[in-house]
């Protein structure tokens, strides 16, 4: 392999391990442009002329030449003035008849124009906001069809995919859906609004041999003369029109409960032995939620399938989350990468994006930064707050890992295009913002303010205001400052901290500047947590950084061996610090969290010279948390020839026993270069016995 610093290994894990906590995994670039300088957007919430009541769509497939035939009933409503049109969204469609339905369900023709993206359908005459009306649309849509770059901004915008049957690659024949942002009008007319909230029923007609998915509950399955059967799903709770899904194809389902609503998994048959493995902490997860939020899962069922070559990594259509084919796990896989913190992800939207929707794109993060956020709580309550940390620094790297994130607005509503919004500003920022959030006002409150919001907007759509009123309502705090500068505007602080003991005032000076551009970002008002520790005890100051310098004078009675700032590491800020080796270890050795211990590392590399900075990260090597011992294991690459023969059985020992399979891959790596002329054959007869992926992939490095 290339000589690559295995403390860069570090960083490139955790930033592969953002990429498949990202729901979007990649974001075509064709058709996206970023705006012109200065220029004049604003991408506000879609006006509503027409609110869709209730979809009912009946649905056969020509499976070999990818098209949908469909037969789609809407009840409609004027939303508030009076209306005598409707425009629908129907995108590459073959319209053959557009009927206006009486009440003995017979239909009357009604004059349309479609210019292959907008069908505006004439009625024959007003109708207001008091009575509902339905039409019947009789079409085909044809979605691999569309031209990418007229039709389409990409192909991952097609809304229904064909997987044809690839036996060579073991590839079976599938069909499914993916409607965020607005795709799903490619293969069913509706409006594309967030702002909408409708019921639905579909009826799927498939080869019999096939398994069908879609929202809400299986109503009725009817199987028919021709060798197909025909299933009925409804949900009758309302929910966004891009949240509705499809599926079919060769699925084995595995079954289970939270407090009797299914629970179920679908996976090709091959992996569906493991699919309690992957997915069977799921109740628990639905069971966490409901309680720490105060409501519980409010929809009919819950169930996850995997599918070939899907266009993002998860989905969270309501009831019916979808996750892409990197699920197809073996248990030996599974020791890389459990892709836990995905299904928490997409179970947290089945209360912030599918119950509350944001009301538009540019409010995105009120759904994708709390997904991401209940991800960190899963694993706080689980395995503990070092996992959760663990969880938060790969966000926060995945953050700053760009230097044009700190560009952009959390709530923006100048994008050039609505795909930009599902990035790491939306993603892991926005997550790392509600942390912060949640460290202001204290838990109770939080979690208090959260039930408030969700109880309140239930199944309506939401913009960000919302959020913060909910939380002024149950806090009695004016909070716009806080969400003025972390919620509306860009950028992070970039603080230069410094520290020092007046002994003639006994106190301790901490002085902190604001260095970041202030005619692009914010002068921040920031609380802060310093620890001060002295002969074993520790004394905890809070401040409030507003100026852009400020010098803070803390009473101690003699010298401190630390002054931690930001003691509870929870401010997205860059931070410049300026400690000794003397004060890092003992931040090493007696700080209490997964960041202090990061910090330390991270500003000990250009210290290694030092006998005690090596000491720390000797120590390093036997952290309780892996990517600790990961860092460490990059630090030793440092070392000199003497300073590696010292430790050669330990990094022999992580090799084989280390708990963390990505942790014994790099000791492995580091045997086969700085340890290259050592006897490694015992090693390497052992490690090839490890089936995880990321040790394989060691040995066959060269």
């Known amino acids: 392999m290339p000589k690559t610093s295995f403390f860069s290994i570090a960083y490139l894990l955790l930033c592969c391990w953002s990429c498949a906590a990202t729901k979007h995994v990649d974001i075509p670039l064709v058709n996206i442009y970023a705006n012109a300088p200065d220029a004049d957007i604003y991408q506000g919430s879609y006006p509503l002329n027409i609110s869709i009541k209730h979809t009912d769509l009946t649905l056969h497939f020509d499976w070999e030449r990818a098209k949908v035939y469909g037969k789609a009933t809407l009840t409609l409503q004027s939303y508030f003035y009076p209306q005598d049109s409707v425009i629908l969204d129907a995108n590459g469609f073959e319209v053959k008849e557009v009927l206006l339905l009486q009440g003995d369900d017979t239909g009357k023709k009604l004059r349309f124009a479609y210019n292959g993206k907008k069908l505006a359908i004439a009625l024959d005459r007003k109708y207001s906001r008091n009575e509902n009306f339905k039409l019947f649309i009789d079409y085909t849509a044809d979605p691999n069809a569309l031209e990418v770059g007229k039709d389409i901004a990409s192909p991952d915008d097609r809304g229904l995919y064909f997987i044809e049957p690839d036996n060579r690659a073991g590839v079976p024949r599938q069909l499914w859906s993916q409607g965020e942002t607005e795709c799903n009008s490619n293969w069913f007319p509706t409006i594309n609004n967030t702002m909408l909230k409708m019921t639905q029923q579909i009826a799927l007609t498939v080869p019999d041999s096939m398994v069908t998915l879609s929202n809400g509950l299986l109503k009725e399955s009817k199987r028919n003369n021709d060798g197909t059967r025909t299933d009925v799903w409804k949900q009758d709770l309302p929910h966004a029109p891009y949240l509705v899904m499809i599926a079919a194809g060769n699925f084995k389902v595995v079954k289970d409960q939270w407090r009797g609503k299914e629970v179920s998994y679908y996976m090709e048959p091959k992996y569906a032995p493991y699919a309690s493995l992957i997915f069977g902490k799921t109740p628990e997860m639905i069971e966490f939620y409901s309680n720490k939020l105060g409501i519980d899962f409010p929809w009919d069922k819950y169930a996850q399938i995997v599918v070939r070559n899907f266009v993002s990594g998860a989905m969270e259509n309501t009831s019916a989350s979808v996750f892409f084919d990197r699920m197809n796990m073996t248990p030996a896989e599974y020791k890389d990468e459990t892709y836990e913190d995905i299904v928490a992800h997409e179970l947290f939207h089945h209360w912030f994006g599918d119950l509350v929707t944001a009301e538009s794109w540019a409010n995105l993060p009120l759904n994708e930064s709390f997904a991401t ?11 503990g707050r070092e996992e959760a940390d663990m969880h938060a620094l790969n966000d926060e790297l995945a953050y700053f890992s760009k230097d044009k994130n700190k560009d952009l607005d959390l709530i923006r509503f100048n994008y050039a295009n609505r795909e930009q919004m599902f990035d790491e500003v939306s993603y892991q920022k926005g997550g790392r913002i509600l942390h912060m959030l949640r460290e202001l006002v204290g838990d109770d409150a939080f979690f208090a303010s959260l039930q408030l919001y969700l109880k309140k907007h239930a199944y309506q759509s939401v913009e960000v205001h919302d959020l913060r009123l909910a939380f002024e309502q149950v806090t009695g ?6 969400f003025n500068q972390w919620f509306l505007a860009s950028g992070n602080p970039d603080l ?4 020092r003991y007046e002994d003639s005032t006994k106190q301790v000076l901490v002085q902190i500047a604001q260095k970041q551009d202030l005619t692009t970002t914010p002068l921040y008002k920031l609380p802060i947590a310093i620890d001060i520790y002295r002969n074993g005890q520790v004394d905890r100051h809070m401040v409030t950084l507003t100026k852009q310098e400020q010098i803070f004078r ?3 009675a003699q010298v401190p061996q630390l002054i931690n700032v930001d003691a509870k590491k929870c401010i997205l800020a ?5 400690k000794s080796v003397d004060e890092w270890a003992y931040q090493y050795q007696h700080a209490p969290l997964l960041m202090d ?3 330390v590392l991270e500003n000990l590399q250009d210290t290694l010279g030092h006998a005690k900075a090596r000491e720390i990260v000797v120590a390093a090597l036997a952290d309780k948390a892996w990517i600790i011992r990961l860092m460490a294991l990059g ?5 000199s020839k003497e300073g590696l023969k010292q430790l050669y059985p330990t990094i022999k020992k992580m090799a084989t026993d280390d708990e963390r399979s990505y942790v014994r891959a790099s000791a492995l790596m580091l045997l086969r270069t700085r340890y290259q002329n050592y006897d490694n054959e015992d090693v390497l007869k052992i490690a090839a016995q490890d089936d995880a992926p990321s040790v394989q992939q060691a040995l066959r490095m060269k």
């Open 373 to 383: 956020y209940g991800e960190y709580l899963w694993l706080e309550h689980k395995y």
């Open 477 to 482: 705090q004016d909070l716009n400052w806080f």
């Open 496 to 499: 230069a901290i410094k520290t």
């Open 554 to 556: 803390l009473a101690a």
């Open 574 to 578: 860059k931070k410049e610090q300026y």
């Open 597 to 599: 211990r990061f910090e």
């Open 635 to 639: 630090s030793v690459e440092k070392f």
